[in-house]
């Protein structure tokens, strides 16, 4: 069965969706956040962690891929769920922001990137076309496209140039694609300038992709123009297409945008705090590593109900993360993407009820709220 | 309910011994692997974890546990059990091989040793009383007395010296002794002398310890040293009591001393080789890292039931480990100790059916036999 999209229920009072992606390996209900697995593994989590979070799809990098374990690897076992051992669905990004990070270590040109492996010391190219073959060889349920990044505060023309580049490759890229099981998505470029992000999702738009994605963003832009401008090129976006909002982002950062009508999130948030000892909760962010919790026997979060929370206190947390203790990263890790699965979860179910706008309204004013008591604490 | 052991089967071609351990928290059957949970963790791995690979017993250190939670942390909470939920037993390390481990950071006297942390760089002292107290506050199922250790080659005069204040500090810790449901183990010194391992065995076995420990073996000796050491001293000591040899050892090295009537074991062999790459398999040991295993679609060891190997490849847990991501060491660490408890498992089943004998000399026979293949390899 190929790739297909259908919506549900619409919430009266914003532009807010639900949908179900689906494909032969199985279903997501959208809207929907990606915990993030860049190395086929999300850091420290074991695949039947993230089936009990209620993970139904993930994300990996085709551009860290590509370097290690390397497109043989993938093929000779037939593609990442089967090397990882991960029952559910995989998106791959086509490794045009990791290229981007690297500035000077490549050279961009029309025909692609080329780079120099931070494993070896080798040279490898990365074009439109073999992106697609790695993330054929990869296997992933979603491919996107490779586009060239550049800071969403670019000025015009620059953004014109990069803008432009993308769309001649993600032609290339829908030509280059060879297994009709694999979606493949185009990533709506233009920066915080709203003519180019108009022309971006027009000319995109005109083509069979499965998905669109709105890139640029949280790559140097504040809060405020994040919000404006996902509201405004979500609109731009073909209604019957699952929207994906590209490495977004803070919880009311989520919030925000399903209001807009994205449909998909990812965002290395969640799993990169907890690695620094921070916990998302109904209270606001812990940092559980602070003096003030190191003879807390409370949970992380009183109100959670992942197995972090049901089981371990604060100070426990707390000897683990000063210890240097891997335990400690770990537990954070399932709480954390339990916050963002849950709130995805109460974010579906707000839509199904017609009731999206309040709660979403409600939830970022207690997350802003805590936030404010927590800098204050 | 206060600590008691009683004996079960005896295997009659060796000296191999069965026997339980009853506490009011639960009971161990012996011959026992203790994992090492240094800090109130084992390294990467949650409690239910070590539940599920049926581990009944794990081993803390008073030392790293004196430094960091600290006395009252555990007083709080009322134990490590709590602390870190486990619901097992705990055995505690006196600090005694830490504190020998320090040579350059420690005064040693007759009251005990002072040294600086290597957290804060303040100074403490661990007298045989403070070490009671701190294992009290901790509430281990099963604390050590402080021991003098030194090298096992030391000199006669020194041996004998380091065994004299082993043996005062032995009994100051019992004359410290508070909480009556806490079991007090001594430690037999004497090096690799065996008129002061006698001497050692005799004076203590005639006060009333819970157990007794064989310590400073694998400090410096040889294999062979230390297996004809075990085999003395074990026999030296009460045959009513549990036997623990410290700090001990490779699988060959578990075979034989259960073979000379040994009851217990501690070793971070299990885990500290994980997290380097290498895992216990049943045809020698496996170093995942190797670029033999890079395009390998086996499990580790195709004859084990862990979860690890019945999930993932080497091929897999190669690229984790080429990746320094922890999901890599985490499941080495469930293989390994899955090894090692497996092993003692079916230790105790040859000794139940009498023939450990001739059980100990086929896996000695295949281990060295692997051991001799994997370095040809």
Chains 1, 2 share one sequence.
């Not at 297909?4 to 929907?32: I, Y």
């Not at 695949?47 to 993930?58: M, V």
């Not at 590509?66 to 497109?71: T, V, W, Y």
């Not at 086509?94 to 990070?101: A, L, T, V």
Request: proline content about 6%.
């Amino acid at each position: 069965m190929a790739f297909s999209f259908s919506l549900g229920a619409r919430d009266p009072g914003s532009r807010a969706r639900r949908g179900t992606l689906r494909t032969s390996r199985g279903t997501v209900e959208t809207p929907v956040f990606m915990p993030v697995g860049t190395r086929a593994t999300v850091t420290g989590i074991a695949p039947d962690e993230l089936t009990a979070l209620g993970a139904s799809i993930i994300l990996a990098n085709t551009y860290h891929l590509l370097l290690r374990p390397g497109p043989d690897q993938f093929r000779r076992v037939g593609g990442i769920h089967s090397f990882m051992r991960w029952p559910g669905l995989v998106l791959t990004d086509s490794g045009g922001y990791q290229i981007f990070s690297l500035p000077d270590e490549r050279t961009m040109s029309e025909d692609g990137a080329r780079f120099r492996s931070y494993i070896d010391g080798r040279f490898h190219q990365l074009s439109p076309e073999s992106s697609i073959q790695m993330q054929t060889a990869i296997g992933s349920d979603i491919m996107m496209v490779l586009d060239e990044c550049i800071a969403a505060t670019a000025l015009e023309n620059a953004g014109r140039a990069a803008m432009e580049r993308t769309h001649r490759w993600a032609l290339r890229s829908l030509a280059a694609r060879t297994n009709p099981e694999q979606a493949l998505f185009a990533i709506v470029q233009g920066g915080l300038v709203p003519s180019l992000r108009q022309e971006s999702a027009r000319f995109l738009s005109e083509h069979p992709f499965d998905g669109f994605a709105i890139g640029g963003l949280a790559v140097g832009d504040t809060r405020a123009q994040r919000e404006d401008m996902t509201a405004f090129a979500a609109d731009l976006l073909p209604p019957a297409t699952p929207r994906y909002l590209m490495g977004v982002g803070t919880p009311p950062d989520l919030l925000v945008a399903i209001g807009c009508g994205v449909d998909m999130f990812d965002c290395v948030i969640p799993t990169r705090l907890a690695w620094q000892g921070t916990g998302f909760t109904s209270t606001g962010r812990v940092r559980v590593t602070r003096g003030a919790h190191q003879a807390s026997d409370e949970p992380l979060d009183v109100a959670c109900t992942c197995s972090t929370c049901r089981t371990y206190t604060r100070a426990y947390l707390h000897h683990l993360m000063k210890c240097s203790e891997p335990l400690g990263p770990r537990l954070l890790t399932i709480h954390n993407l339990h916050y963002y699965l849950d709130l995805m979860g109460q974010a579906r179910a707000a839509i199904d009820a017609g009731v999206y706008a309040a709660f979403a309204k409600q939830k970022l004013y207690e997350m802003d709220r805590h936030e404010h008591g927590e800098a204050r604490a």
